[in-house]
């Protein structure tokens, strides 16, 4: 659902570089704006959820920390545009949340907020109101893709979804593609015959269909266990794969879910992107570009998003 409100347009059309907004005000979408204050609390999360990865505090590294302060300003910009405007969405379509999803986003707000320290209430200065409405209007952008959704087909059949394991040669002349063959028809392994000729970065591969070239899936997903397929002309080049596994069973539940995430995107984006190409909109770049992190280890919040999230499951 990323929504990019980056480089000199948003939704086909030119950004307006303005100062005439509020000094509180963001940008502005349609009749709809982002606060200084949603802003910070954006930061303030993803610095931590971007900053800290893998067990590495990168702050603390000062590794390409400018670099790091823009990427993470590019995504909180990106995940606010896309909240304002798919809530301008579920206005148009006449979708709002019930009593009880707003009880359900009142009591996470209250819980996220009494977890923030004195230093990142003076950072953000968010209310427990101001958290409550973030919320909604998350849970709202969230209510309104699924109702764009419900319709998508979720049955994906094993064929379809299936990953395969594999070992692949890949050579570029056809001197090299007789070479192998003349190998491989000897009983040479395959693992040693592909350590001295595969041209390509890799030589063991977990594919499903749609990733290799189409000369290559058709003849691979016909191989059993242990099979080795013929000279396979692709790609400017010649192939040899030998099937390791057919079918990943647990790669191929989990494409399954991909699969149908992909449906819903598509579905979801043909609305979207035709919702947000007649909206006008104006970024205060001055404000947004004034806005800094507080990387000191005072401000050490990053459960805004999995507060909300568990909320409106």
Same mark, same amino acid.
Not at 172 to 189: F, N, P, T
């Given at each position: 659902m990323a929504f990019l409100f980056g480089g000199c347009s948003i939704g086909g059309r030119e950004l307006i570089f303005t100062g005439k907004m509020s000094s509180q005000d963001v940008f502005r979408i349609g009749d709809a704006s982002c606060q200084l204050t949603e802003a910070r609390v954006y930061l303030a999360n993803y610095q931590n959820i971007y900053g800290k990865s893998y067990g590495i505090d990168l702050w603390e590294q000062g590794f390409q920390e400018q670099k790091l302060k823009e990427y993470i300003k590019e995504i909180a910009l990106s995940e606010m545009a896309r909240i304002v405007c798919m809530d301008l969405l579920a206005r148009e379509r006449g979708i709002s949340l019930t009593k009880e999803e707003k009880k359900k986003v009142k009591d996470a707000a209250s819980g996220y907020y009494r977890s923030l320290n004195e230093a990142e209430l003076n950072y953000t200065g968010a209310s427990e109101a101001d958290i409550a409405s973030m919320y909604e209007n998350y849970a709202l952008a969230n *209510?309104?893709?699924?109702?764009?959704? *419900?319709?998508?087909? @979720?049955?994906?059949?094993?064929?379809? /979804?299936? !990953?395969?394991?594999?070992?692949? !040669?890949?050579?570029?002349? *056809? @001197?090299?593609?007789?070479?192998? /063959? /003349?190998?491989? /028809?000897?009983? %040479? @392994?395959?693992?040693?015959?592909?350590?001295?000729?595969?041209?390509?970065?890799? !030589? %063991?591969i977990v594919f499903g269909r749609g990733e290799m070239p189409k000369e290559v899936e058709e003849t691979a997903f016909e191989l059993d266990n242990e099979e080795i397929s013929d000279c396979i002309a692709a790609e400017n080049g010649y192939f040899f794969i030998k099937c390791i596994n057919k079918f990943n069973e647990e790669l191929t539940d989990d494409n399954k879910i991909n699969i149908v995430e992909a449906r819903e995107k598509a579905a979801f984006d043909d609305v979207y992107e035709e919702f947000v190409s007649g909206l006008a909109s104006s970024l205060n770049e001055q404000v947004w570009q004034d806005v800094a992190l507080i990387t000191d280890g005072s401000i050490t919040t990053d459960g805004f998003f999995d507060a909300i999230e568990e909320a409106i499951q």
């Open positions: *209510k309104v893709y699924r109702s764009l959704t *419900k319709s998508v087909d @979720d049955e994906v059949s094993d064929d379809e /979804a299936r !990953i395969m394991e594999a070992m692949q !040669i890949y050579v570029r002349s *056809k @001197d090299e593609a007789d070479a192998v /063959a /003349a190998k491989l /028809a000897a009983g %040479e @392994d395959f693992a040693a015959v592909a350590s001295n000729y595969n041209q390509k970065p890799v !030589i %063991e």
